[in-house]
């Protein structure tokens, strides 16, 4: 192709998408169940590897005693909830080994980061890697979970 | 060049262009009669932020059928195939990544039911439409076209 056939091409593109702006804005707008402009990232199943524990639900577990809770956040993260157990991906092997005392693939465990669910998916399948079976990931972390009004640890860290 | 051959070669262009032309418009339709429903396929691929999202689920399957449009009519045929090739290439990478990270998710091609998993079918059916909406595109020959009648032809 010539260059002016690759501007000719360009221009016409251009039209196209203009076009179906247009053309997608007036849908959205004649749409009686249009989507919200912006996404809510926890509405969305993600297909995760292990299912989604509602901040109440957890709060439940957590005053029962009943879940190990594990914290995946990055190692200077702020507060955590009390009890956590550190764990992150970058450092899944040793993080484990100092916890292995503590944690066994029988247990219950619901891990948590700061809100979004994919970066404790990938925590949850190293889990599910070493035998783990009973394993949750808490809808919106621990933002929903300090909106919920559930106690917080000071500093940073967790118990390791 | 033969009349015989200039023929031949603008029977092939123009048949790639209606063929990847039907694809993308019947890939279009179930997308934006479901728009929730793609924005979900979308979202299992794990490649588009949260943010764009719901932008991306309103705007893409518009401009699908925007493409398949134009290709089958023959208006803008080299910008529409110029498009078609971008959006193709950008689904088999996004099937590439999903294949490549064990993502057990449905393609979400054609329409937005469970059905259709990802997998090497679907990257070589998308690879025999990348190089027939290229076809138009760099043959840019479109007799039988609305933009020829129209004395627009490229």
């Known amino acids: 192709m010539r260059r002016h056939d690759w501007h000719h091409a360009l221009r016409q593109a251009g039209s196209l998408l203009l076009l179906a702006a247009a053309a997608?804005?007036?849908?959205?707008?004649?749409?009686s169940d249009r989507l919200p402009l912006l996404a809510d990232p926890d509405a969305y199943a993600l297909d995760l590897p292990v299912p989604l524990i509602s901040q109440a639900e957890a709060r439940r577990l957590y005053e029962a005693g009943s879940h190990l809770f594990i914290d995946t956040r990055r190692a200077d993260a702020a507060g955590g909830i009390p009890g956590a157990l550190v764990v992150r991906e970058a450092s899944f092997a040793d993080d484990l080994a100092a916890v292995m005392d503590f944690v066994y693939p029988e247990d219950s465990l619901i891990?948590?980061?700061?809100?979004?669910?994919?970066?404790?998916?990938?925590v949850a399948v190293r889990f599910l890697e070493r035998g783990y079976r009973n394993i949750w990931i808490l809808q919106g972390g621990l933002t929903a979970w300090r909106l919920g009004g559930g106690p917080l640890r000071e500093g940073s860290g967790g118990d390791e | 060049?033969?009349?015989?051959?200039?023929?031949?070669?603008?029977?092939?262009?123009?048949?790639?262009?209606?063929?990847?032309?039907v694809v993308f418009l019947y890939a279009s339709i179930d997308k934006i009669q479901h728009p929730a429903a793609f924005a979900q396929a979308i979202a299992n691929y794990r490649m588009v932020p949260a943010l764009l999202l719901h932008p991306f689920a309103w705007y893409l399957p518009v401009v699908e059928a925007a493409v398949g449009l134009a290709?089958?009519?023959?208006?803008?045929?080299?910008?529409?195939?110029?498009?078609?090739?971008?959006?193709t290439a950008m689904f088999i990478a996004a099937i590439t990544t999903a294949l490549l990270r064990g993502l057990d998710i449905s393609c979400g091609c054609f329409d937005t039911s469970e059905g259709g998993k990802v997998g090497l079918d679907l990257l070589l059916r998308d690879i025999v439409l990348l190089v027939a909406a290229a076809v138009p595109l760099v043959m840019g020959r479109d007799r039988w076209s609305l933009d020829a009648w129209l004395g627009r032809g490229q």
């Open chain 1, 24 to 31: 997608s804005l007036v849908l959205w707008a004649v749409r």
């Open chain 1, 111 to 122: 891990l948590y980061g700061d809100a979004t669910p994919l970066p404790v998916a990938a």
């Open chain 2, 1 to 21: 060049m033969s009349d015989r051959r200039q023929t031949f070669i603008d029977l092939l262009t123009t048949a790639c262009a209606w063929g990847a032309g």
């Open chain 2, 71 to 87: 290709l089958i009519v023959g208006w803008q045929r080299r910008g529409a195939a110029l498009l078609a090739v971008l959006m």
